[in-house]
């Protein structure tokens, strides 16, 4: 299938640093990449859409300046966590859709994930 | 909206089939999923099943799909250690078409 490679895929920073988390689709144009916590134990939540060459789509409730993706190329997406405070520690996940031969809808890859601490 | 929910916990001996559910309210998708997670890692893409089947088989695994009462099953046959991590069915929304994932059945397989 599909590669999407995510790093990095653990960081610790203090409190009030930024974080800048890259997500690639190794062989394939990903021009729509998603990007997800996931706390202990729960299901993944989606935080943004990100669409190549246009501003991200924020789920209701992600506080856009906090979270800022940017969607530069057809293969790299990132999110950057800015001033991050102990309560953005979580797992981040991205994904990406490879249009492929199955058609319109859906059928995404994932990234390996950063666990991200906020000390 | 859309909900998707699955037991939280399965406990089998190796060897044995496993059975993970997952219901859902609502979907438009074309697809359904089903994806794998290990701890500390992303998610694979395990199998999928196209919404007119009623399922599909694929070696050990068997998704069955029954659209009339929204229910979506995994079947792992012959059960591994290996088998061991969180399951996650994922169908899409028919308001945004975005994927809605269950809360992840974790799958313990006792040797």
């Known amino acids: 299938g599909a590669v999407v490679s995510q790093h990095p895929s653990r960081v610790i920073c203090k409190s009030g640093t930024s974080v800048k988390i890259e997500c690639r689709s190794l062989?394939?144009?990903?021009?729509?990449m998603f990007w997800y916590r996931q706390f202990p134990k729960q299901s993944l939540m989606l935080m943004a859409t990100?669409?190549?060459?246009?501003?991200?789509?924020?789920e209701q409730g992600v506080e856009k300046d906090k979270f800022l993706i940017n969607h530069a190329s057809l293969t790299l997406s990132t999110l950057t966590v800015t001033s991050a405070h102990p309560e953005d520690s979580s797992f981040y996940i991205c994904?990406?859709?490879?249009?492929?031969?199955?058609?319109?809808?859906?059928?995404?890859?994932f990234g390996s994930g950063t666990q991200l601490s906020v000390l | 909206g859309e909900d998707v929910e699955q037991s939280l916990f399965l406990s089998v001996r190796e060897g044995d089939s496993s059975v993970i559910n997952c219901t859902y309210t609502?979907?438009?998708?074309?697809?359904l999923y089903w994806y794998k997670q290990e701890p500390g890692a992303g998610l694979q893409l395990l199998t999928y099943?196209?919404?007119?089947?009623d399922m599909k088989q694929d070696q050990r695994l068997t998704v069955l799909l029954n659209k009339k009462d929204k229910h979506l099953s995994l079947r792992i046959a012959d059960t591994q250690t290996g088998d061991s991590a969180i399951y996650f069915c994922?169908?899409?929304?028919?308001?945004?078409?975005?994927?809605?994932f269950g809360q992840g059945t974790t799958l313990q397989v006792k040797p």
């Open positions: 994904s990406a859709r490879d249009p492929g031969p199955w058609g319109a809808n859906e059928k995404l890859f």
């Open positions: 062989d394939f144009q990903a021009t729509t």
């Open positions: 990100s669409n190549e060459g246009s501003k991200a789509t924020y």
């Open positions: 609502d979907s438009s998708s074309t697809y």
């Open positions: 099943i196209f919404s007119n089947m």
């Open positions: 994922a169908v899409a929304s028919s308001n945004t078409g975005k994927l809605i």
